[in-house]
Nanobody, 115 residues
Framework: QVQLVESGGGLVQPGGSLRLSCVAS????????MGWYRQAPGKERELVAT???????NYADSVKGRFTISRDNAKNTVYLQMNSLKPEDTAVYYC?????????WGQGTQVTVSS
C-alpha cells in the first residue's frame, strides 16, 4: 500500500514562508506525478500544484508566483515552498499520487497564516 507522509506545517504570520514535505513509500516515486492540495474549513479540497515525473509543474492561479513545487527523487520526497503567505492560504495541505488507478492521500499538515 502506498504511503504518503506530510510535514512542515505550522503557524506563520502573513508574508512569511513555510516549506512542506511529503515523503512517499511503496511506489517507484520517480515515475509518478505528485500533487499538493489544500482544504480550508467549510470549503472543497482544491488543487494547489502538481509536478510530473519530468518535473513539469502546474499551479493554481491563487498561488502562482508565491509557491514552488519541487521533487527529490533520491529522497522520494515532494516539496512545496510557500512564500508571501496570506491568511487565505490557511488550510490543511495534502499530497496525493495516483497509482494503479487509485488516489492515495497523506494525512495532511495544517498551515495557519495569522498575525
Amino acid at each position: 500500500q502506498v504511503q504518503l507522509v506530510e510535514s512542515g506545517g505550522g503557524l506563520v504570520q502573513p508574508g512569511g514562508s513555510l516549506r512542506l514535505s511529503c515523503v512517499a513509500s511503496r511506489i517507484i516515486f520517480r515515475l509518478y506525478r505528485m500533487g499538493w492540495y489544500r482544504q480550508a474549513p467549510g470549503k472543497e479540497r482544491e488543487l494547489v500544484a502538481t509536478i510530473t515525473s519530468n518535473r513539469l509543474t502546474n499551479y493554481a492561479d491563487s498561488v502562482k508566483g508565491r509557491f514552488t513545487i519541487s521533487r527529490d527523487n533520491a529522497k522520494n520526497t515532494v516539496y512545496l515552498q510557500m512564500n508571501s503567505l496570506k491568511p487565505e492560504d490557511t488550510a490543511v495541505y495534502y499530497c496525493k499520487v495516483i497509482a494503479g488507478g487509485r488516489d492515495y492521500w497523506g494525512q495532511g499538515t495544517q498551515v495557519t497564516v495569522s498575525s
